[in-house]
């Protein structure tokens, strides 16, 4: 079955550090999203991908980085760890066609110390 | 600017006891009107998707239904297993791929 996967599930670092999440698609989905999800503001976007090569800015873009070399995988970069980006980070995919909607992964817990 | 405003922010049923939960948008032309269940410690899981006034989706115990200004999500003879938080999400027209704006969600519990 196609699935959407994240590693690592949970992860601890410390403010100043590089950080990367990853995120890997079987759906063959060109369409890729980055989400942080905090109590009060709900799925924010990050940054998200409608294929290789292109990536865009969300709501919420500051202080991160993606790029897509292929069409499965769409890793989230911290270029330095800030305590503000501790939160829980979803990945999601869809397809270009049909109902356009978002299937999530299982999400990774990030706690900047 | 696309805005999503659920209500109530919580809700405790009693096993059996039906309820509609709310989804109040605002968007600039609307393309898709989205509902999930997330579960603690999951990510977000797909349910329905509405795209035009008087549509209505169901499954099992859920109906999802949709005006211009708001949809409504049904919950008839819940069951302790319904106990999750249900997201709502719009997808605006002129908004190129798939992005969706979500609501804050509705974590609904449901006693046995």
């Known amino acids: 079955d196609a699935e959407i996967t994240q590693s690592p599930r949970h992860k601890i670092t410390e403010t100043g550090r590089q950080v990367t999440l990853a995120c890997h698609q079987t759906?063959?989905?060109?369409?890729m999203f980055w989400y942080r999800q905090d109590l009060g503001h709900g799925l924010r976007l990050i940054h998200y991908?409608?294929?290789?090569?292109?990536?865009n800015k969300g709501e919420v873009s500051d202080g991160y980085s993606v790029s897509r070399s292929n069409t499965e995988d769409l890793p989230l970069t911290l270029e330095s760890a800030a305590s503000s980006q501790t939160s829980v980070y979803f990945c999601?995919?869809?397809?270009?066609?049909?109902?356009?909607?978002?299937?999530f992964g299982p999400g990774t817990r990030l706690t900047v110390t | 600017e696309d805005q999503v405003t659920q209500s109530p922010e919580a809700l405790r049923l009693q096993e059996g006891e039906s309820s509609s939960l709310n989804c109040s948008y605002t968007?600039?032309?609307?393309?898709?009107l989205f509902w999930y269940r997330q579960d603690p410690g999951k990510g977000p899981e797909f349910l329905f998707t509405l795209y035009s006034a008087g549509e209505e989706k169901e499954k099992e115990r859920l109906k999802a239904t949709l005006t211009k200004k708001e949809s409504f999500l049904h919950i008839t003879a819940p069951k302790p297993e319904d106990s999750a938080t249900y997201l709502c999400a719009v997808q605006a027209r002129e908004t190129s791929g798939s992005r969706l704006t979500f609501g804050e969600g509705t974590q609904l519990t449901v006693n046995p």
């Open positions: 968007v600039s032309g609307l393309r898709g």
């Open positions: 759906w063959n989905h060109n369409n």
């Open positions: 999601a995919s869809s397809s270009q066609r049909g109902s356009y909607e978002q299937y």
């Open positions: 991908s409608y294929g290789v090569q292109d990536t």
